[in-house]
């Protein structure tokens, strides 16, 4: 590799980061840095939180934290992200234009005070905003990639923001989404043509891998935020028809989220709590254990009332990284991963007697489920695994500079 393309200098514009080592949060910012560092220099710009520092070398990252709120009130970001945040509580909102302003000081500060050649600013809204209204206030000319990973794309609706959308996605260098379901959308909003799909990656070679140790042959898992987009309510009101089919079968939840409480009320009002078990968040680091244990894993995503869909689901690639047999709902996004029938079922979505119906199906057929299983893994590794994902990014980031 030329020296050129090694002394790039990359800044990661990002409301999703890790607060500090073993946090719970999403860690795909995170991990793509992390190996992108390999050849370029990477610096990060997030959100401050409390008990996060403000500045400090992650792994062998320079990471930048703007705190935007008195400490203990900066509560928009982390925690299931902005989006949830600011329907867990409208007074969230009062914190949007104070997040906007410091992070474009921040920003603006950096551009000003050192040589960055690539921001890429993870979600349209607000960060890849905030880096084209910095590049023009700061007199300096980074390139600017976004990368839109769903909910930014899909969830903010009206005239208004669809109209922001479109002008930010025009004036990027380079933009791209995370499934070919989000480049179909984007085009139509825009019709800009050179829209990449590139996806958030998964370690398919040191963590999310199958072992020699028996399966469970009733246990359905599910891992994700207990949020409205996720559709757990229908994966529990499909549970009596299960239970009458398969009486030892268990659902086993892996997350937090806001919609807890009515969930764990509904497997009561329903009858079927005994049969349910909140495991609470999972640390990243034990999630494989799970995958490689359960008989099914179930994502009944659906499409929010605000709009907000899934834009990939990376717990289908981490689930088939294990070999474990998957049902997913119809959502467009989820066809890059999930092939009907050949690397998983697919169900309609909110309709729990389909999913009933798909997971008593897999759960009398072990030799499906394998199958699926296996020809699941091969899929993903082709296209998922960090290393494909992690050289497409920096190709692409050399092929923007020169």
């Known amino acids: 590799m030329s020296d050129s393309a090694t002394n790039l200098r990359i800044l990661v514009l990002t409301s999703t980061f890790p607060r500090w080592a073993g946090d719970r949060e999403p860690p795909f910012v995170f991990e793509l840095s992390r190996r992108l560092v390999n050849r370029f220099e990477v610096s990060v710009l997030a ?14 990252i320079s990471v930048h934290r703007f705190p935007y709120f008195f400490t203990g009130g900066q509560t928009l970001a982390y925690n299931g992200g902005i989006l949830a945040n600011l329907k867990r509580n409208r007074l969230n909102y009062l914190l949007v234009p104070f997040f906007m302003l410091f992070e474009f000081i921040y920003l603006w500060r950096l ?16 960060q890849g ?20 990973h769903g909910g930014d794309l ?23 989404v995370v499934s070919q379901a989000m480049r179909d959308y984007a085009y139509n909003l825009t019709a800009r043509r050179d829209i990449e799909v590139i996806p958030m990656g998964v370690d398919l070679v040191r963590q999310f891998t199958p072992d020699s140790e028996p399966r469970s042959t009733c246990d359905i898992l599910f891992v994700g935020r207990l949020v409205e987009k996720k559709g757990v309510r229908y994966l529990i009101e499909a549970m009596p028809e299960i239970i009458k089919a398969q009486p030892q079968a ?7 989220g806001p ?6 009320q509904l497997s009561v009002d329903i009858d079927v709590a005994p049969h349910v078990r909140f495991l609470g968040a999972v640390d990243n680091t034990l999630l494989q254990a799970q995958y490689r244990r359960a008989a099914i894993f179930v994502g009944p995503s659906i499409v929010a009332k605000g709009g907000d869909q899934e834009g990939l689901g990376l717990v289908f690639v981490e689930a088939l990284g294990c070999e474990c047999a998957v049902i997913s709902s119809d959502l467009p996004a989820i066809k890059d991963v999930i092939i009907d029938g050949v690397t998983g079922l697919m169900c309609k979505q909110r309709d729990s007697a389909d999913l009933a119906n798909k997971v008593i199906s897999l759960l009398d057929n072990p030799s499906l489920r394998q199958t699926l299983g296996q020809a699941g893994r091969r899929h993903v590794i082709e296209r998922f ?5 992690t050289h497409r990014y920096a190709t692409l980031m050399q092929a923007m500079h020169h």
């Open 154 to 176: 899909f969830g903010l609706s009206g005239k208004l923001l669809t109209g922001i959308k479109r002008h930010i996605i025009n004036r990027l260098d380079k933009f791209t």
């Open 47 to 60: 959100p401050h939180a409390s008990n996060a520092k403000r500045q400090e070398i992650f792994g062998e």
């Open 250 to 256: 268990t659902l086993l939840i892996a997350g937090e």
């Open 111 to 126: 551009l000003r005070t050192t040589h960055i050649d690539v921001i890429h600013a993870h979600w349209l809204i607000p």
């Open 259 to 264: 919609d807890k409480v009515m969930l764990e």
């Open 129 to 148: 905003l905030v880096a084209l209204l910095a590049r023009a206030c700061s007199g300096q000319s980074p390139l600017i990639l976004c990368t839109s």
């Open 385 to 389: 695994d960090w290393e494909i994902v």
